[in-house]
C-alpha cells in the first residue's frame, strides 16, 4: 500500500489540461511551388477549450480542442495567362478552315495575393493518452549540493507528470466558404494593380471582359475542381502537411514539453522557521493512473 | 510586375490602312510569279526592303511579314536557340528580308510592335509599269484587305481617301463582364467600291476585327467622333493598394 495518494477529480484534472494546452504553441512557415502557382504561409497557433472523459482503462480523451490559428498569412502567386486578341481569320478556306490568319497578341504576367487568415481554425478531434511520471534532475544542481543546498539555490529535483499522447487526431483546417469572395477581390485587385497608370477605364473593363469571371479564371488556373474553401483547407492541411505537423507537434509538447503537474523531490512539509531547516520527506516510486472518476497520484516515502 | 502589354494598343484610336499600327494590317495577293522588292517606310522615310519571291511551285500559302522588325528604332525582336528569330539580316534591319509565296497565296503585313506608321509598297523588277504589278498599301486594289481591329468602344467615321463618296459609320459596344470570357466575334465584312462602302453603318463588339476590302482604290479611315466611357457612375481605374483581407469572425459548428 502506497504512503500518499492524492485524487483530482475530473473537473481539477480538466483545469491541469487547460493549463497545458494554454502554453502550447506553434509556429511554421512554409513555400512551394505548384507549377501553375506556388504559395507559401506562415503560422502561429495556439490550442482553447475541450471536452474531458476519464476512461476507466487508465487512460483519458480529449476531444474538441480548438486550434485558433492566431496568425495566418497566406500567400498565392499565379502565372496570369493575360488576355489575347485572338487571331482571327481573314481569308477562309472552302473547307472551314482559315487561309489567311491575322496575328494575335497576348498579355500577361505573375500575381500574388497576400491573405492574412488569421483567426482561422482546427480542432483537436480526439486526443486519447495516459500519464507517465518522470524524474526531473536539474542539470544546474553541482554534484556536492544536499537537497536543501539545491532548494536554497532554486535548483531542486521534480517529479513531473506527464502526458503520454496514445493518438491525435486533428481535423482539416476549417476555411469558410466566404473565402472564395475574399480571394476573388483579392486576385481581382492584384490584377488591378498590374494595369499601368496610364491605361483608361474602358481598356480595363475590356481586359476584364477577356478575363471573364474572375472565379472561374481561379478555378481554371489553380485546378480546383472542388469549392476554393475545400481547396485552401486541402492545400494547407494536406499538401503543406499542417495537420500532420500539428499532430506531431501537439504530440511531442504534451509528453516532453510542459508537465500536467510538478512537485519538488524531497516534497516540503514543513518550511523553514526559527532557525530550523525544512521538513522535507523524500518521494519515491511515484504513479499516476486515471480512472474513469480522477486522477490517482500514489507515491511511496523514500528513505 | 505590370503587365507587359504595348502602351499603343490602348492609346492608338484611329487607324488607317496607309499608315498601319497594331490593330491594322494589309493583305495582298501576289497573282503574277517573279520575284518583287519591296520598300517598308515610316513616314515618307524609307526604312527597309525587302523581297518576295512568288513561286507557283512554292507551298507558301501566306507570308506574315512584320513591318515593325525593320524599325531598328524598336527594340530587339525575341531571340531563339538558334540565334535570332530573323533570317537574313542586312544594312541593320531586323527582319527577314527574304519572303516566298504561292501567287494563289497571300502576303500579309502587319505590324507586332510599337507606335506603327508603316506603309509598304512592292512591284516586280521589270521596266515597264505595266508589268511592275506595283502594289501599294497607300493604295489598296483589287480586293486587297484592310484588316482593322478597334478596341476603344465609341462610334467612329469611316472614309476613304480615296473615293470622297465613301462615308461610313462604325460603333464599337462597351465590354461587358458576362458569365464566361468575352472573345470577340468573328470580323465583319465592309465592300469598298467605288459606290462607296457596303454596308456604310456597322456595330461591332470591342475587339472585334472589320475587313474592308478594296475593289476600288482605296486608303481607308476609322476616326473616332464619339467616345463611349461605358456606364455613368463606373468608377475610375485607380490602383487599389493593399488592403487587408481579413476572414470575418467563424462561429463553431457546434455538434
Redesign the interface.
Known sequence: MSHITIAASAKAFQQLFNEVEKNFSFTKSDSANFGPFSASYSVSVHLSGGNLQLNNDNTFEMQ?V?IVFGTLDFKLCLDLP??C??S????PDPWNGC?????G?C?????C?????????SQITDLKASLVPKYYVDPARLAGWTDLDAELNGHSNQWQIYIDPVWVNVALI?V?A??DN?LV??IT?AI???????????????I??????IV??ITSLLGITTSIAEWLSNLLSNVFGLVGLLETAIADYFASKYPLYQFEDPFPVLPASGGLIPVKIPIRNLAATIDSQEMIVQANVGA | MKMTFDQNLFTQVGLDSGSLTMLGGVTHRFLEAGQYRGVVYRGGESIGKFYINVDKNSPVAQANIDLAAFDTSLPAPATTATGTICGCQGEGTKAETTFEVNPKGYAVFHVSAGAGGYAVRASKAAEDPKQQNQFDSRELNREDIFSAVVLRPGTYSVSNGLNTKAKGKITIGYPKIGKTAYRPPSPAKIVCSEGGFEPANVELQPGQAVLFQANAPSRITLELVKADDGPAGRPEHTRGGWKKAALPEQKRKKA
Do not use: E, Q, R, Y
Not at chain 1, 498579355?107 to 500575381?111: A, D, K, M, Q, R
Not at chain 1, 476584364?208 to 469571371?213: N, S
Open positions: 474538441d480548438d493575360g488576355f486578341i485572338p482571327f481569320c481573314i481569308v487561309l489567311v490568319g491575322f496575328p497578341f498579355i500577361g504576367g505573375p500575381i495575393v497576400d491573405l492574412n487568415l488569421s483567426g482561422l481554425t476549417d469558410p466566404t473565402i475574399i477581390n483579392a485587385n488591378h494593380n498590374l494595369f499601368p497608370s496610364w491605361l483608361p477605364g474602358w481598356a480595363v473593363d475590356l476584364m471582359a477577356f478575363l471573364g469571371p472561374d479564371l
